[in-house]
């Protein structure tokens, strides 16, 4: 009989995922584009406030993607639970990617 993985105690929680994008102005897009991550593994890691239902290079890769755009990831603390906040109050806004697909649809 298998026993059940555990997750390492640096593994994210969805939540944290989803606040960590929401606070650097992310998309689900944006972090998948970033990232080379499918939009559905995004949204499957961010669907559960526990830990994130992916496995731990994909959360890795995304935590770490998340602090070059200015999130601190923090861990449980007593009767604390984990956390996100911005690296710094005066966090610069996240550059776009994204390229318009359809040429008609740039103005010059």
């Known amino acids: 009989m298998r026993t059940p993985r555990t997750k390492p105690a640096d593994h994210p929680t ?4 989803r606040a960590a994008r929401g606070l650097v102005n992310m998309s689900v897009l944006d ?5 080379g991550l499918a939009q559905n593994t995004i949204k499957r890691a ?12 994909n959360a890795k890769l995304m935590v770490a993607t998340l602090q070059a755009a200015g999130a601190v990831f923090l861990p449980a603390e007593g009767d604390m639970g984990a956390g996100v ?6 966090q610069p806004a996240l550059a776009r ?5 359809n040429p008609a649809d740039v103005t010059p």
């Open 97 to 101: 990617r994204r390229t318009h697909a």
């Open 46 to 57: 961010e669907g559960d406030n526990g830990p994130a239902p992916v496995n731990t290079a």
């Open 85 to 90: 906040r911005l690296a710094t109050p005066l």
């Open 31 to 35: 972090l998948a584009e970033r990232t």
């Open 14 to 17: 969805g939540a944290q995922l």
